[in-house]
């Protein structure tokens, strides 16, 4: 099984409706992230949790919000879809020791919005 | 100003040879650290090998290694004797321990393609 979990792998939807993208570990991680990928722009970061009481914004959180239920479960979601969402969006962990953090990342979600 | 730069959206590499994929960053932070993850055309992200700020020698991981001139704020990812199965997207990917709240920021990516 993998370590992270994001479902679904595909979502088609239009404009206006809500949206929940959702993540889950069994890494035992506490800190838990989420990116959008769009071509040639790299990954982007949406929004990040150090812990479940902790939650902050990333680089490109406009239209986004998330929720942390427990230290392995994130979701995503996005209030009222627009076209421009469409992406591929990535959940990752990553451990809190110092040094080598990288992340662990997903299998992704391809998001589109029509 | 853009804090990962990866000026190569695309490369060709002929199979068994070496291809260098360059990355540089900015930081004005004294301690970070270097990244490169592989992205195959299934679109997972594999982490490739990382470079701390601080550690005096490249980072090596088998046919992987790290360029890293600090001077120059470079760290380009060296592949040798390159695979078919090589093909695929690179990110390179830097986390600031003190700024930007020690999360990684991604460069644009560069697409290896290589050729049999």
């Known amino acids: 099984d993998a370590d992270v979990t994001q479902t679904p792998r595909n979502r088609i939807t239009k404009t206006g409706k809500r949206i929940m993208l959702e993540c889950s570990q069994t890494?035992?991680?506490?800190?838990m992230y989420w990116y959008r990928q769009d071509p040639g722009l790299g990954l982007r970061l949406i929004y990040y949790?150090?812990?479940?009481?902790?939650?902050n914004k990333g680089e490109i959180s406009d239209g986004y919000s998330v929720s942390r239920q427990a230290q392995a479960k994130f979701s995503l979601s996005l209030e009222s879809a627009i076209p421009n969402q469409t992406a591929l969006y990535f959940c990752?962990?990553?451990?809190?020791?110092?040094?080598?953090?990288?992340?662990?990342f997903g299998s992704g979600t391809q998001l589109s919005v029509l | 100003a853009q804090k990962i730069t990866q000026t190569q959206p695309g490369m060709f590499v002929q199979e068994k040879e070496a291809v260098t994929l360059d990355c540089t960053y900015d930081t004005s932070d004294p301690s970070y650290g270097l990244f490169w993850y592989k992205q195959p055309s299934s679109g997972e992200m594999i982490f490739l090998i990382y470079?701390?700020?601080?550690?005096?020698q490249n980072a090596t991981e088998g046919r992987y290694s790290l360029n890293f001139q600090k001077a120059r704020k470079s760290a380009n990812l060296v592949i040798s004797a390159s695979q078919l199965g090589d093909s695929a997207m690179y990110f390179c990917?830097?986390?600031?321990?003190?700024?930007?709240?020690?999360?990684?920021?991604f460069g644009g990516g560069t697409r290896l393609m290589v050729k049999p």
């Open positions: 990917a830097m986390r600031e321990d003190f700024n930007a709240g020690n999360m990684l920021t």
């Open positions: 990752a962990t990553s451990d809190r020791q110092p040094g080598n953090e990288k992340l662990f």
């Open positions: 470079q701390g700020s601080y550690d005096q």
């Open positions: 949790s150090f812990d479940v009481k902790d939650i």
């Open positions: 890494k035992g991680h506490d800190r």
